[in-house]
C-alpha cells in the first residue's frame, strides 16, 4: 500500500505490465466495462424502487390518506419534541465524550498498546445487539441494578436517561473509531510545521487537528442524529412511558393494534421529510478535506502536557469499564440456566442461519454499495456538488426513510400477491441490505473519493481496463472493504425487527430465538443465547480486525 | 449462433419443466389434505402446545396440520386482513375477545358446527362462529418474600407507592388488558388514575416478556400479567414464592378463541379440529404449554393449578372494546405521557 503511495506510477505501469500479458482478462473487462452503467442504474433502481413500493403499500390498501390535522396534535407534537431532544443530545454526548478518548488513543505513548483491543471493543459495543445490550442496562442501573444505590434516590433508567445511556453507549465507539482514524490521517509535516512555527498546544489544537476533524465531526453528529432520531428498539425497551416515544415507535405503535395506516403513513413522511433534510443538509457540509492518504509512521506526534495527559487517561480508563460492564453484567443470569434445559441444537441452528442470512445480506448489500457509489464517485471527480449529493442522498436514503415502514408497506404489498412462507427469507434478506447500505456506503465513500482524488487522473492518462482498474485500487481499499463488510454482517447478526414480519420459523436466528425464550418464561436460556450471540460478534470482530491488520502490516514491512 | 440460441432455449424450457415438475410433485403431496392454521409464534414454538397438539390430531385426521406463526394474535388478525379472499387460512387460532368483533365485522371468519355443551358454565360462552381454546384472568404478580402485605384492590394498587411495571396497550395484550381494567372499574374516572399510577410506573413496555423479565430481575414490585404465572414457576421451577394479588373489584378476562376462515374449503377437517381444541386430551396439555386456563371443567392439571387465586370477572363485551378501543388508547396515551 505504501509502494502505492510513495511511487504511484512506478506502481500503475508494473500492474499494467503485468495484465497485457493476459489479453482473455481484458475482453472480459470490456464486457464488464460495458454492463457496468447497467448494474449502477439497476441498483439504484432496485433500492428506490423498494422504498417507493412500501409507500405504495401503505397508500394502496384500504385508502390510507395523509392526515395533516395529526401534525397539529398534542401528543404527535410532543413526541416530535422528544425525537430531537434526545436525538440532538445523544449525537452531542457521543461526539463529545469520544473526542477526548481519541486523542488519549492518538498522543499517549503508553496506551499504543491496548489500542487495537480497545477499538475492537469499540466495534462490539456499536454492534452490540439491542436487546443484549437492555439487558445488561437493566441489570446495571434498574431499581435493584448494581449500580443503583449509588445513583440519586429519585434515579430512574426509564425514560430520557436509559434513551441516552443506551445511545451514547452504542454511538460513542462509533465516533472514537472514526475520530481516531482520522488523527491518524493528520500527515507528520503538518506537525513538523506547527512545532518548527512554535505554535503552542491549544494553537496545534486549532490549527493542525481540529481541521482536519471538524468534517468527520459534522458526519458524526448527523450520522448519530439520524441514527438516534430513528431510533427503534432502544426507545422501545427504556422509553418507560407513552411520553417517551420517537416518531419510528408511534409507527409501529399505530401499525400494530390500530392497524392505523394513515396515522402510520403521515407519521412516516413527517419522519421521513425531518430526517431527510437534516440528512441531505449534513451530505452538504461534510466534504472530503485533503489528508494524506497513508502517513508513514507517526514519529513527530507532540505530547499531551502533563494534567491534560492525566484527565484524557483517565477518560480512556473509564471508557473501558464502561464499555465492557454491560457485557459482564449477562454473566451471572447465565450461571443461573441449567444447562440440561437448553436445546443444544437450536442454539446451534440458529447460529447457522443468523451467520448464513447476516453473509448473504452483507455480501449483496456490499456489491450494492460499491455499484451504487460509482455516480457519487464521478460526480465528486467532476466537482458537480449537487449532483454528489443528490445520488448520495438516494443511495444512503434508507437510513431516514422509517425501517418500520419499509418492512410494514411491502408487507401488506406483497401478503396478497406473493407466497411469503415461501419467500419471505428472500424479501428478509434484500431488506436487511439496503438497511445496511448506509453503514457500508458511509465507510467506503470517504476512501475511494480520496483514491480518487489522489489517483484517477493518473489512471485515466494510463488507459487502465476495468481488471487493472480493480487490481489498482484494491489493495487501496481492501481495509475499508473487509471492515465495512463485517460491519454489515455484524449488524445483520442482531436483526430482530424484519425478522419479526417476514422471518421464517424453520430458520430461527439467535436474536429471535432469544426473543422466544424469553416470551415463554425462560429468561436463564435466553441470558446464555444471548451471551452466545454476543461471543460470536466478538469472534467476528476479532477474526476480521486480526484479518485487516495482519495484512496491514505485511505491507508497511514491504513497504 | 442461431443453434445456439435454440439449445439455450431448449435448456430453459428443459429447467422449466423440471421446475413445473417438482412443483405438481409438491401438489400431489398436499393434495393429500392439509389444514392450515394461523396462529402465534410461542403456540408453536418447541415448548409450546403446537407441537404435541399437531402430534395428536395428525394421527386422529389423516391429514397434515399446518402451523403458520405470525408474531401475536393481532397480527394474526392483520395479516388475514391483509389477505383477504387470498388467505390460505383455514383456523385462525390465538384471538381473543378484544379481537373477535374487529375479525367478524372484517369478514374473515365462518360459523362453525361443533358442539360446545361442554364448556365450562362459568364461561357462559354464547358465540356461534368463535371458539374458546383457553382463558386467564389478568392479575399483578408480586414476590411474596418482598412483599407481605399485597395490595388487596386496584384503588390500593394505584394509591401506592408500590414500584409498577406493566404494558403498552398499544402493542400487547396484557397492555389491552389493564386498560379494560381500569375502565371496568374508574369509567369516566380513569384518566386521573391513570396519571396517578404514572408517578409510581417503572416502565411500560411493548410486550408481556420485556415486563416479565423486569419484574424477575427485581425490576418492579408487582408486574402485570396473569393469574397462571405462578403456576410456571411451581411446576416448572418449584419456586413458591411468586403469587398473583387478588383484587376486591374482580379481575378482567382474557379469553383466547380459534375461529374458522371465512374463505377455508375445508370445513369439515377445520370442526374436527375445533372439536379437537376443546377435547379433555388437548385441553390437559394447552395449560401447562401455553400457561392459561383450561376451559372445561374435567381437564386433568397438575396440583398447582387448583391453588391459583379466583377472581370475580368483570370486564366488557367484545362488541363495546372494539368500539370504544381507540378513545381508550387516546385517553391512555395523554394522560400517561404528562
Not at chain 1, 207 to 223: I, Q, R
Not at chain 1, 500 to 507: A, C, K, L, P, R
Not at chain 2, 106 to 125: E, F, K, R, T
Request: proline share 5%; net charge neutral.
Amino acid at each position: 500500500m505504501r509502494k502505492i503511495a510513495n511511487n504511484p506510477s512506478l506502481n500503475l505501469s508494473q500492474k499494467l505490465g503485468l495484465s497485457q500479458k493476459q489479453p482473455s482478462s481484458s475482453l472480459l473487462s470490456r464486457c464488464l466495462s460495458r454492463c457496468l452503467p447497467l448494474a449502477v442504474g439497476a441498483a439504484y433502481g432496485l433500492i428506490l424502487l423498494m422504498t417507493g413500493l412500501a409507500f405504495y403499500g401503505l397508500i394502496g390498501f384500504d385508502q390510507a390518506r395523509l392526515q395533516p390535522e395529526l401534525l397539529v396534535d398534542p401528543y404527535i407534537l410532543q413526541i416530535l419534541g422528544f425525537s430531537l431532544e434526545q436525538s440532538i443530545l445523544s449525537a452531542l454526548f457521543s461526539v463529545a465524550l469520544a473526542l477526548p478518548i481519541a486523542r488519549a488513543l492518538h498522543f499517549i505513548p503508553q496506551l499504543q498498546a491496548s489500542k487495537p483491543a480497545f477499538l475492537s471493543l469499540c466495534l462490539l459495543s456499536f454492534v452490540m445487539p439491542t436487546l443484549v445490550l437492555i439487558t445488561g442496562l437493566v441489570t446495571l442501573l434498574g431499581r435493584s441494578g448494581v449500580i443503583t444505590p449509588l445513583l440519586p434516590d429519585d434515579w430512574n433508567l426509564y425514560g430520557l436517561n436509559g434513551i441516552l445511556i443506551a445511545h451514547i453507549y452504542l454511538n460513542t465507539p462509533l465516533a472514537v473509531r472514526v475520530l481516531s482514524q482520522q488523527m491518524s490521517h493528520i500527515p507528520d509535516s503538518s506537525w513538523r510545521l506547527a512545532q518548527q512555527l512554535g505554535l503552542s498546544r491549544w494553537q496545534q489544537f486549532t490549527h493542525v487537528e481540529w481541521p482536519a476533524l471538524k468534517p468527520s465531526l459534522l458526519m458524526l453528529l448527523g450520522f448519530i442524529f439520524v441514527l438516534c432520531f430513528n431510533s427503534f428498539s432502544v426507545v422501545l425497551a427504556l422509553g418507560g412511558g407513552p411520553g417517551s416515544t420517537t416518531l419510528e415507535v408511534a409507527i409501529y405503535q399505530a401499525l400494530k393494534y390500530d392497524f392505523n395506516l394513515s396515522e402510520a403513513l403521515t407519521l412516516a413522511w413527517l419522519q421521513f421529510t425531518l430526517a431527510g433534510l437534516i440528512f441531505a443538509l449534513i451530505a452538504r457540509m461534510g466534504k472530503l478535506n485533503w489528508l494524506s492518504a497513508d502517513t508513514a509512521s507517526q514519529r513527530l506526534q507532540p505530547r499531551l502536557s502533563t494534567l491534560s495527559e492525566w484527565i484524557h487517561q483517565t477518560l480512556y480508563g473509564l471508557a473501558w469499564v464502561i464499555l465492557l460492564l454491560p457485557i459482564l453484567a449477562l454473566l451471572p443470569a447465565v450461571f443461573d440456566a441449567s444447562i440440561a434445559k437448553l436445546n443444544i441444537n437450536s442454539l446451534i441452528s440458529a447460529a447457522g442461519y443468523s451467520l448464513a442470512l447476516g453473509l448473504i445480506a452483507a455480501l449483496i448489500a456490499m456489491t450494492l454499495a460499491w455499484l451504487l457509489l460509482i455516480p457519487i464517485r464521478q460526480a465528486s471527480l467532476k466537482r458537480q456538488e449537487n449532483r454528489r449529493i443528490i445520488y448520495q442522498w438516494l443511495a444512503t436514503h434508507s437510513l431516514v426513510a422509517p425501517a418500520m415502514v419499509l418492512s410494514a408497506g411491502l408487507y401488506i404489498l406483497l401478503l396478497p400477491r406473493i407466497d411469503l412462507d415461501r419467500w419471505g427469507m428472500v424479501w428478509l434478506i434484500l431488506i436487511n441490505s439496503v438497511l445496511l447500505l448506509p453503514f457500508i456506503i458511509a465507510q467506503l465513500k470517504p476512501r475511494l473519493l480520496q483514491f480518487d482524488q489522489q489517483y484517477s487522473r493518473l489512471s485515466e492518462n494510463l488507459h487502465l481496463n476495468f481488471t487493472q482498474k480493480i487490481q489498482v485500487i484494491w489493495p487501496f481499499v481492501r481495509p475499508i472493504t473487509l471492515g465495512s463488510f463485517a460491519l454489515a454482517l455484524l449488524l445483520a447478526l442482531g436483526d430482530v425487527a424484519v425478522f419479526s414480519i417476514f422471518g421464517d420459523s424453520h430458520y430461527t436466528t439467535l436474536p429471535w430465538l432469544i426473543y422466544g425464550y424469553a416470551g415463554s418464561y425462560r429468561m436463564a436460556e435466553a441470558a446464555v443465547a444471548s451471551l452466545i450471540l454476543l461471543s460470536l460478534c466478538a469472534l467476528l470482530v476479532y477474526l476480521f480486525e486480526r484479518n485487516t491488520s495482519a495484512k496491514n502490516k505485511r505491507k508497511s514491512t514491504h513497504g | 449462433m442461431k443453434t445456439d440460441l435454440t439449445r439455450k432455449n431448449l435448456t430453459c424450457r428443459k429447467v422449466f419443466i423440471a421446475i413445473g415438475l417438482l412443483f405438481a410433485s409438491l401438489q400431489v403431496q398436499a393434495a393429500k389434505s392439509e389444514l392450515n392454521i394461523y396462529t402465534y409464534d410461542s403456540f408453536v414454538s418447541e415448548w409450546g402446545p403446537g407441537p404435541q397438539l399437531k402430534n395428536i390430531f395428525e394421527a386422529q385426521c389423516d391429514c397434515s396440520l399446518n402451523f403458520i406463526a405470525v408474531e401475536d394474535g393481532v397480527s394474526i388478525l392483520n395479516r388475514a386482513r391483509i389477505e383477504g379472499k387470498k388467505t390460505k387460512a383455514d383456523v385462525l387460532l390465538g384471538l381473543d375477545n378484544a379481537l373477535i368483533e374487529t375479525a367478524r365485522q372484517q369478514a374473515l371468519v365462518q360459523p362453525h358446527s361443533i358442539d360446545v355443551g361442554h364448556l365450562s358454565p362459568s364461561l357462559n360462552w354464547q358465540d356461534d362462529t368463535f371458539v374458546p381454546f383457553d382463558y386467564g384472568y389478568f392479575a399483578f404478580i408480586y414476590d411474596s418474600n418482598k412483599i407481605k402485605k399485597p395490595a388487596t384492590s386496584l384503588a390500593q394498587l394505584i394509591h401506592s407507592d408500590a414500584q409498577v411495571i406493566y404494558q403498552d396497550p398499544r402493542t400487547s395484550t396484557p397492555g389491552q388488558g389493564l386498560m379494560t381494567w381500569m375502565k371496568a372499574v374508574y369509567g369516566d374516572q380513569a384518566a386521573s388514575q391513570w396519571q396517578t399510577l404514572a408517578s409510581h410506573t417503572v416502565t411500560v413496555t411493548k410486550g408481556w416478556w420485556e415486563a416479565y423479565s423486569m419484574f424477575l430481575e427485581g425490576g418492579s414490585d408487582y408486574v402485570l400479567s396473569y393469574t397462571t404465572s405462578p403456576a410456571y414457576h411451581v411446576i416448572a421451577e418449584e419456586k413458591t414464592h411468586y403469587k398473583a394479588a387478588l383484587f376486591d373489584e374482580g379481575h378482567v378476562a382474557q379469553v383466547e378463541v380459534a375461529a374458522i376462515s371465512r374463505y377455508s374449503d375445508k370445513k369439515e377437517l377445520a370442526n374436527q379440529f375445533l372439536a379437537f381444541l376443546i377435547s379433555p386430551e388437548a385441553q390437559s396439555i394447552i395449560p401447562v404449554t401455553n400457561w392459561m386456563l383450561p376451559v372445561i371443567d374435567n381437564a386433568e392439571l397438575p396440583a398447582a393449578f387448583d391453588q391459583l387465586i379466583e377472581p370475580k370477572t368483570i370486564g366488557f363485551s367484545p362488541e363495546v372494546l372494539a368500539e370504544k378501543r381507540s378513545a381508550w388508547l387516546r385517553e391512555w396515551r395523554q394522560a400517561a405521557s404528562r
